[in-house]
């Protein structure tokens, strides 16, 4: 050992002592599980290098920097949510044109608008949602209807054919912002055309006519088909049986039988069982067991961050992915707090919001709309346990038997003001309540 790394650690050390002293002064949840985050042990001095433990070491070393001259400067001085930054970030992109050089998102209109109306929405930027410049981008965003003479759906920009996950995205919009006129211009026997045309034969859905089969495209189905009333047997026959054969050896969820354990697809698989059944019968039919460890080991300890698979980087996104599965998983499995939220949430507050706005996958990234989103919607995750109402289940549906709460307990999270986010429907990813009162205001309607 050189005398410059003993140097180093002797700083350390130092450093650790004052923080200590520091610590026993200005006790708050938030900053004491930030100092044990920060002391954590990262990756083993003796793990083999490669390209993947380089690139840890990486993000390893860039946060605890950032965590570092956090505590250095007190538990007063914690980060808090820019939320006025934020707004103004999704605020500019939805009530100006794109910059030319996002043609290449021409085929993710819809996203783009939900990712902007969901997170301002969070925010609490109700106000901006009803503006008549959004208003327009929405009435604009129904031109991106396309039908035939048998089939109806959302495609990702003008003239552009039914697309599932468009179709899934634009009906959150709208039932975030509300608009029955939107809704009344939607012809559900074509929708449902659509949803038994891109069925498979072993119960799995399509993305789009000659595409993709994954589980991202069997949430998409189920929850179109939810919000709009018409989810029957024909559409369920054979999906629980598929979603199950999608759990791997390692407690995950891939997007088709025998590929990797995913976040992404794990929260569409289990999201997706959600809408078919209740938490208890899902128990019985996934392994519950591996799916919580898997889960577990997807925070590491340093960052605090969620990772999409096994041995790979922290990103702001999985902050939903992953905390939402948790948020689902917490429910089925009676454990109440599945990831360690304080640990997340005190990563997207420090870790995850770009200057001078909007949010990011890591240290050093630019911020997007689709990493604005979600990192949002993670932290949502982290502020509310959800609770399933057995007799808003018996009311309303199992797909909408969820209701949120914000954490009341310390022990677990602390929750400035500043820094609380509106709840989600957790099945649906959109405002709480937001989905239900669209599925009602087509329940009242004619059978289709």
């Known amino acids: 050992m050189d005398d410059e790394s003993l140097e180093e650690q002797f700083k350390k050390l130092k450093f650790l002592v004052e923080l200590s002293a520091h610590k026993n002064q200005n006790s708050n949840l938030s900053f004491d599980t930030l100092v044990q985050m920060d002391e954590s042990d990262g990756i083993s001095p003796s793990e083999p290098i490669s390209d993947t433990v380089e690139k840890q070491l990486e993000v390893e070393d860039s946060v605890q920097k950032i965590y570092d001259d956090v505590l250095s400067k007190g538990s007063e001085h914690f980060p808090a949510l820019n939320r006025k930054g934020h707004l103004i970030y999704t605020n500019i992109f939805l009530h100006k044109p794109l910059p030319s050089q996002m043609t290449v998102l021409d085929a993710s209109h819809c996203w783009i608008l939900y990712w902007l109306i969901n997170a301002t929405s969070l925010l609490g930027g109700v106000q901006s949602i009803k ?33 599932l996950a468009d179709t899934y995205a634009m009906l959150c919009t709208l039932a975030i912002v509300g608009d029955e006129d939107c809704w009344s211009q939607i012809d559900r026997k074509k929708v449902y055309h659509l949803l038994l045309s891109l069925k498979n034969k072993d119960g799995s859905f399509a993305i789009a006519k000659d595409s993709e089969t994954d589980t991202r495209s069997v949430y998409c189905a189920l929850c179109t088909a939810c919000m709009l009333n018409i989810l029957d047997d024909e559409l369920k026959k054979g999906v629980e049986d598929w979603i199950v054969s999608c759990q791997t050896y390692e407690g995950g969820f891939a997007g088709n ?26 128990a019985e039919l996934i392994n519950v067991d591996s799916l919580l460890r898997w889960l ?35 429910c089925i499995s009676g454990n109440r707090n599945v990831i360690n939220r304080t640990a997340l949430q005190n990563y997207i507050l420090c870790c995850c919001q770009a200057e001078p706005f909007g949010l990011v996958d890591k240290p050093g990234k630019y911020p997007d709309f689709y990493h604005t989103n979600y990192v949002l919607c993670g932290l949502s995750a982290c502020q509310h346990y959800q609770i399933y109402d057995e007799k808003l289940a018996l009311k309303e549906g199992t797909a909408f038997g969820y209701r949120p709460i914000t954490i009341p307990d310390e022990k677990v999270i602390t929750i400035d003001e500043k820094n609380l986010v509106e709840a989600l429907d957790p099945v649906f990813v959109a405002p709480s309540g937001s989905v239900l009162k669209m599925r009602n205001y087509y329940r009242e309607l004619k059978p289709r």
Request: proline content about 3%; charged content about 20%; overall charge negative.
């Open 131 to 163: 503006s008549d410049v959004c208003q327009n981008c929405i009435k604009m965003a129904m031109s991106y209807l396309y039908e035939d003479e048998e089939d109806e759906g959302f495609g990702g920009g003008y003239m552009q054919t039914p697309h």
């Open 296 to 330: 577990c080991h997807r925070q590491y300890a340093i960052e605090g961050g969620l990772s999409g698979r096994t041995n790979k980087l922290v990103d702001g996104c999985y902050s939903h992915w992953g905390g939402g599965t948790a948020a689902l998983l917490e």
């Open 257 to 282: 039988p025998g590929d990797e354990a995913h976040s992404g697809y794990t929260f569409c698989a289990i999201a997706s069982l959600c809408i078919l059944k209740s938490p208890a019968r899902i």
